[in-house]
């Protein structure tokens, strides 16, 4: 792209969280320059910093697209089953943690005890949560507050044992799949008055 092309600045934004992303994906963080992200979208460093005051700006602006991308892509449909929906929401996930490794690594382990970056993680677990308890029937207030608080714990877990799967590949892709749908069937089921996988194993 040449360096005096003009561009909205909702596209320029767009564009440089596009390059961003490649960077990210393919480098460390630490590794990862606002000079390279200058360069590699053909504009001045002053620019880039007049849409992200830093690289940190840059990486949460990043991370919150792409955890907004996940949530769309993971639509809980009503026609289908709960387990149908959980392998359609964690293949989501496994595929974006796989194919941006570098990016995951970094927004949970070297930016582990940033406030922005966790924040962020925690808005889409939370939405996550919330849509999964609507997909799933409920007899009293006390029985979807216990789902809510296991559904809670289960997020935590499934992003924790992701994470440890991206360092050290242990499984297959979908080997973790079916260990987190069973993990998490298995915490529900004593929970509910109706199995929610009767076709799944115990």
Sequence with gaps: MSPRQRLSPDHRRAQLLGVAAQLFAAHPYEDVLMEDVA???GISRAL?????PSKHALF?????????????????????TLVEQLVEGLDAHIEYFAENRNTVLAANRVLAGDRVIQT???DELDALRERLLGALPHADASTRQAVSGV?????VFVQVLCVDWLTEQTCTR?????????????????????DPAPDWPH
């Design 174 to 194: 979908t080997e973790l799949r079916n260990i987190c749908i069973g993990a998490v069937l298995g915490a529900l089921r004593p929970l509910l008055a109706e």
């Design 151 to 155: 559904l809670k714990s289960w997020l």
């Design 60 to 80: 949460a602006a990043l991370y919150r697209q792409a955890a907004e991308q996940l949530l769309a892509r993971t639509r809980f449909d009503p026609a289908d």
């Design 39 to 41: 360069e590699h979208a």
């Design 48 to 52: 880039l910093y007049r849409h992200f």
């Design 120 to 122: 962020i993680i925690a």
